[in-house]
T-cell receptor, first 114, second 108 residues
Framework: NAGVTQTPKFQVLKTGQSMTLQCAQDMNHNSMYWYRQDPGMGLRLIYY???????DKGEVPNGYNVSRLNKREFSLRLESAAPSQTSVYFC?????????????FGPGTRLTVT | GQQVMQIPQYQHVQEGEDFTTYCNSSTTLSNIQWYKQRPGGHPVFLIQ?????EVKKQKRLTFQFGEAKKNSSLHITATQTTDVGTYFCAERDDKIIFGKGTRLHILP
């Protein structure tokens, strides 16, 4: 089991460029999440997908779009990158419902927008 | 909306000293989760507390959930260099909302 994988690990973009961050999980989890982490700000939820075919906004969705391609994959797209989007992006997955527990995180993508 | 506040933001301790981080909410929490993130790493789940007054232990780590379910704490006894990192609390509802974390530094 690879768990949660993310690509790329590092990326440098120029302002206005677009890119897609990829995330995949092999644990058969229904729910998937995208977070960004900035110094002193903790983890902030961008978007989440409770199940295949559904997506919902989190705390900081502006400037991002997501696609739940299938049960395994959940991508995050920056259409026109801005320096304020410089951050570390984490994808996570979990089993939904009150009986479930933790989120499993990927290794992160370190994005710099110049 | 959901919001959990963590204190302190930073903590420096001598190796061997104890460490405690606190998580507080203005509303009743349905549960509380704790995660640890090593420097340069990703968050890793430690534990979930659900019941009022619940106490759970993992070796040198003790987790408590308040009687009113509005606060929680993580206590580490006799810190070691391997305890370095940021500790996050989070409430799990239909999504998981994290506190800003407490960064622990260990002085040798």
């Amino acid at each position: 089991n690879a768990g949660v994988t993310q690509t790329p690990k590092f990326q440098v973009l120029k302002t206005g460029q677009s890119m897609t961050l990829q995330c995949a999980q092999d644990m058969n989890h229904n729910s998937m999440y995208w977070y960004r982490q900035d110094p002193g700000m903790g983890l902030r939820l961008i978007y989440y997908s409770a199940s295949e075919g559904t997506t919902d906004k989190g705390e900081v969705p502006n400037g991002y779009n997501v696609s739940r391609l299938n049960k395994r994959e959940f991508s995050l797209r920056l259409e026109s990158a801005a320096p304020s989007q410089t951050s570390v992006y984490f994808c996570a997955s979990s089993v939904p419902g009150p009986a479930s527990y933790e989120q499993y995180f990927g290794p992160g993508t370190r994005l710099t927008v110049t | 909306g959901q919001q959990v506040m963590q204190i302190p933001q930073y903590q420096h301790v001598q190796e061997g000293e104890d460490f405690t981080t606190y998580c507080n909410s203005s509303t009743t929490l349905s549960n509380i989760q704790w995660y640890k993130q090593r420097p340069g790493g990703h968050p890793v789940f430690l534990i979930q507390l659900v019941k009022s007054g619940e106490v759970k232990k993992q070796k040198r780590l003790t987790f408590q959930f308040g009687e009113a379910k509005k606060n929680s704490s993580l206590h580490i006894t006799a810190t070691q260099t391997t305890d370095v990192g940021t500790y996050f609390c989070a409430e799990r509802d239909d999504k998981i909302i994290f506190g800003k974390g407490t960064r622990l530094h260990i002085l040798p």
